[in-house]
């Protein structure tokens, strides 16, 4: 006799349950400054969703932010991305996400659900006095999200601030459940709920049609593609350096300007390496996917050396960390780049690594660590003289 189930049974087979109410992710930081951060999670139905936070120190001071925009609060949405404004410098904040979900949202009245409250968690604000820096550099994840867990753990001691994605962290782009199973709750698991990452394009993240909404999920210092951002004595750089092949390829299909893209970012470059912010630093490291040597022929590369190679070599740049090539490795300074180019490897099993970079006022180390803990090579700058 064919086993049937009883009723009970069958209501208990989730294709027959109504979906509940969850966070699909938990709250992942974006955007640290000295006097904010921006908060982002997501929801699996549309909700009215805010953030509770405090010092650490005093709990019984609890602020709450939502979005606001125009006198409207942001509601009825699931992806959420919530600025905390007006932060003490070097704090030590604590914060939970809370989501009450909208079942109806008429005009003259509302119809809530259930209310969600996340875990807490606590994150530091960047201390503009601090003189050092720790920054854990990864790169061309491809899609791999039990990546995270080994590259994190070469870090060793845990001290870094934050994580920056040096590009391909993905293939291309498919959709919102991509971005949250092969980035954000890895790195949440890991890390990302309570230090923030950077999600740097390379050329694959500008591929496929959802790569049009990465920016609805992330949001880069100065919520811009390319950035500028000072941690103790070193004044970093990140630049996009978009796709490889030339903007007028068959695969683009017209739909891509990246030359026009790298040119103006070219300029900003000269101006952000002569400001006083720049001139202040002890150490100038610049972050960019494809490195403009050591990376071929092809277009990206060679457009990359002909607009930034110029700026970088009279910028005083004391270091560029790159990826791109799955071939990882030191180069050091020659008359081309008259400073080191540190390239990341693959996402291969034995060819993934990391650089881990940690400043001081009497010198910057970057070693790129390969995930046997082996390391690789190393870069030691010493400070020099101020130029401002
Ligand atoms: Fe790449």
Not at 113 to 134: N, Q, V, Y
Request: aromatic share 10%; charged share 25%; net charge negative.
């Amino acid at each position: 006799m064919p086993k049937t189930g009883t009723a009970l049974e069958m209501l208990d087979q989730p294709l027959l349950k109504e979906e509940t109410f969850s966070l699909l992710t938990p709250p992942y930081l974006q955007h640290l400054k000295t006097d904010g951060v921006t908060v982002c999670w997501i929801t699996n139905k549309p909700a009215f969703s805010h953030v509770e936070y405090w010092l650490t120190d005093a709990p019984q001071d609890v602020k709450i932010q939502h979005t606001v925009r125009d006198g409207m609060v942001l509601a009825n949405n699931t992806i959420n991305k919530i600025r905390l404004p007006d932060l003490e410098p070097g704090q030590s904040y604590s914060y939970r996400v809370v989501s009450k979900e909208i079942i109806e949202f008429k005009a003259y009245s509302k119809t809530f659900g259930p209310t969600l409250t996340s875990e807490t968690f606590s994150f530091h604000t960047i201390d503009p006095t601090s003189k050092t820096a720790a920054l854990l550099v990864m790169n061309d994840v491809h899609d791999r999200p039990d990546s995270f867990a080994v590259l994190e753990g070469l870090y060793g001691s845990r001290a870094y601030q934050e994580v920056l994605l040096n590009g391909d962290t993905f293939d291309y782009q498919t959709g919102e459940q991509q971005l949250i199973d092969h980035l954000i709750k890895p790195c949440a698991a890991i890390f990302a709920s309570n230090k923030p990452f950077m999600l740097m394009r390379g050329n694959h993240e500008t591929r496929g049609d959802f790569a049009y909404a990465l920016g609805k999920y992330f949001e880069n210092i100065d919520d811009n593609a390319y950035f500028a951002f000072t941690r103790g004595p070193v004044f970093f750089v990140a630049l996009d350096t978009g796709e490889d092949k030339a903007d007028d390829a068959d695969a683009y299909h017209g739909m891509a300007k990246f030359d026009e893209f790298r040119e103006k970012q070219a300029v900003w470059l000269k101006t952000v390496l002569e400001s006083a912010e720049a001139k202040k630093a002890r150490y100038r490291v610049v972050l960019m996917h494809i490195p403009p040597y050591h990376s071929g022929d092809w277009h990206g590369t060679m457009h990359c050396r002909k607009v930034f190679g110029p700026v970088l070599a009279n910028g005083h740049v004391d270091m560029v960390i790159s990826g791109h090539t799955h071939r990882y490795g030191v180069h050091q300074a020659q008359e081309d780049h008259p400073y080191p180019i540190i390239i990341g490897g693959g996402p291969k099993e034995g060819q993934r690594t990391i650089v881990k970079v940690e400043a001081n006022e009497d010198g910057l180390e970057a070693q790129l660590i390969l995930e046997t803990k082996d390391i690789v090579d190393r870069v030691l700058l010493k400070p020099h003289q101020l130029l401002g």
